[in-house]
């Protein structure tokens, strides 16, 4: 069974930083482009950042460029999330998902596979 699982979410102060990690398992991933998406109470899922699947191009929502870097490890079938200088509005439950495709997609119908979420709150 395919399954996802996040972690390494939390409560943080405003400009503090967190890593979040997706640990894939049940299958490799490493063919799929991986992406992390938020959502915050009574709002959509957004997207948030994208990796290939080689991890060679990157892409982030203008929200977080600057602030947020993703990065895949291959080998150990694991995707992070790099968040730094975090704000309130990033308040949000983190999902990592998974794409058959190999390029990345911002759009979540293109995603087939997603974790559980995990809850990261900013505080001011």
């Known amino acids: 069974q395919v399954q996802l699982v996040e972690s390494g979410g939390g409560l943080v102060l405003a400009g503090g930083s967190l890593r979040l990690s997706c640990a894939a398992s049940?299958?490799?991933?490493?063919?799929?482009?991986m992406g992390w998406f938020r959502q915050a109470p009574g709002k959509e899922r957004e997207f948030v950042a994208g990796i290939s699947w080689s991890g060679g191009t990157t892409y982030y929502a203008d929200s977080v460029k600057g602030r947020f870097r993703i990065s895949r490890d291959v080998a150990k079938n694991t995707v992070f999330l790099q968040m730094n200088s975090l704000k309130p509005e990033d308040t949000a439950v983190y999902y990592c998902?998974?794409?058959?495709?190999?390029?990345?997609?911002?759009?979540?119908?293109?995603?087939?596979?997603w974790g559980q979420g995990t809850q990261v709150t900013v505080s001011s």
């Open positions: 998902a998974a794409s058959e495709l190999r390029s990345i997609v911002t759009m979540k119908d293109k995603y087939t596979y």
């Open positions: 049940g299958r490799t991933f490493s063919g799929y482009a």
